[in-house]
């Protein structure tokens, strides 16, 4: 009995002790995201998503996200990512931070937003419902699930082809709430849309990019960032949005501790952010009012500069937002008198026909009546000049009846200069694979800007490994060259054969040949640009087949700097050359790219290194010895010196966080392996192949 008891009091200290983290120790951070471009709808290709998507994509990789990205999904294809997304997070647990991104058209109806696919067939404004997926069926699933952080973006507000029959929708996006722990942000101020843009990237895209790159710039201010980055280039024909109700800070990257100091320090942002809108001049006033991007500041600015230029301007986002803001209000009451309170305000609103469609549904009169009780709101009515605006079909805020002036280019204490290493970014090179994203040349982050250590690394991620030096696919050659800071290049062929399809068993391929096709960019075989994308949707892996030549080889398309055909913008797919010979050690791999030194090319047809537990090649080109001890990384070590800029890795610091996992967690045949470099790389990988076999 005494040994029972002993024996029961010691597996009690393992339950209770043995899942103590050491003290002051942070939980790993799992990064995991969903970036959709859609662009090929029947009414015409949009020329922005899908690259935008793709730059997205890359830049969510470099900071540690583990990526699923795809294009052009129809209706079915949609809804089964979604799922397929949401199950991922779950599987994640709580200490996940997951960021949706959706390119393409989006539409409101009666209060909620909506992201179109491909194939929706939206002649009337009944159609919307069946054929668009309702964001809010998935965005509050996402916020119960109790993760560390949320972060939504639709970049979709913009010009609708849709639903040209019957009571028109309003335009651009519905005001909406977010959910606790959750982000949202829109590419344009609800009820307004963006202007069209020919590319190759969008403005919100390209300054989302751009901002998600600054080393320790707290989620929203980054956003804040976005919306006057976006205004600034579009001479303040856009002003994107975004909402917060997250309980957890987060940062997209960190900067080390020997960054140059930034060019306005957080002592002076505080400053400014507390700053009186009167007590500015007239130009930075705007500034701050946009920076705040809140109803009372920008009233506060028409207080102050009535007969400024800019006032017009702020009294068309004023309308937007207050119109919006009444709209939402009324929606979230759903009530005959609430909808006939919004028609006594806006009787040709943006919203009019929401209303009525509200009413028709709960059978009660189109018209308001004499009387009723009329419902509060936090905003007083519109004053007459701002009815202008709510009654257009459409509101852009460049629109020329209105005589808008550009604003003014903000000073360094409100947006620091774009950086130099993101500006005037080259095209990608056309995608070769159906649904797969483009893949852009990989611009460095500076050496002092860092994904924070606490984060897990994404598995076989090249761009995490690499985030100090550039990364380019040349779909011509087939393959990927990567420089780093001091000029030094290596090519890579990447193999065949993706390595966990190679090293997965052929009775686990026969039982599961979706697992097989699901490695890399999620395409079993695909090239260089299909391996460095992100992973493709379970349910659209299958599908990915390459795209047809219809071009001669090696044709280079009008501003295409890499022997490929731009992507298209008539609506057809785009198209790629022929391969050619993989150029000899002395010639750069991609036009544009002169390497102080060229080093060894891996032979074509040959595993990547790292890939499939091959051994990595230092920059010196000698290979590792196997099975020789290396010393392994210290705990301690942070971020930055595991992937100090020099050395070029294809992959894996991430196999050898793996590795450590596993051997922390007791898997002695594995840990028994984890005693160099090479042998952690072969213990990952065929860990990996056993779980997709599995």
Known sequence: MKHQRNLVMALLSVLVFGGLAPAGAQAAETRVALVIGNANYPSGVLPTPANDAGLIAQTLQAAGFDVT?????????????????????????????????????????EGENYFVPTDANIARDVNVSSEALRLSDYTKPLAALGIKVSIVVLDGARASPFAKSGPPLASGLALVEPDPGTLIAFNAAPGTVAPDEAGPYSSYAQALAEMMREGGLPVTDLFNR?????????????????????????????????????QVSPEQTSSIRSKPIRDFDARDAYLAALDRDNLQ????FLRAYPNDPMARRVQAIVAARREAITWRRSRSVDTPPAYWSYLRRYRRGSHANDARRRLAY????????????????????????????VERPVLIFDDPDFGFEPPPPPPVFFLPPRPVYFVDLAPPPPAVYEYVLPVPVYVPVPVWVNTPEYVAPPPNNVIYNNIHNTVVVNNTTNTVVITNPSGQTQTFSPPAQAPAAQAQPPAAAKSSPSSAAIVGAGVA???????????????????AIPIQNTNPPNTPSPGQTQPTATPSANGKPPVVGQPSPTPSPTQPAAPGQAPKTTLPETKAGQPLPGSGGQPLSPIDGKPPVVGQPSPSPSPTRSARARREPGPITWPPPATRSGCSRSARSGSSACASRCRSFA??????????ASSIAG
């Open 226 to 262: 976005v919306r006057l980055r976006v205004n600034d280039a579009t001479k303040g024909a856009q002003v994107p949005w975004n909402a917060s109700k997250l309980e957890a800070p987060f940062y997209f990257f960190e900067r080390a501790p020997d960054a140059p100091p930034p």
């Open 679 to 688: 042998a952690r790389s072969t213990c990952w990988a065929s860990r990996r």
């Open 362 to 389: 709960l059978t009660a009169a189109l018209e308001p009546p004499p009387r009723f009780e009329i419902i509060s709101y936090d905003v007083p009515p519109p004053p007459p000049e701002e009815v202008i605006y």
């Open 69 to 109: 990205g795809v294009r052009d999904l129809d209706q079915d294809s949609l809804r089964k990512t979604f799922r397929d997304f949401m199950a991922k997070v779950s599987a994640a647990g709580p200490d996940t931070v997951a960021l949706i991104y959706l390119s393409g058209y989006g539409l409101q109806l």
């Open 525 to 543: 075989g695909a090239g260089a640009a299909a391996l460095l994308a992100p992973s493709l949707p379970p349910s659209v892996a299958p599908k």
């Open 297 to 300: 500041d920008y009233e506060n």
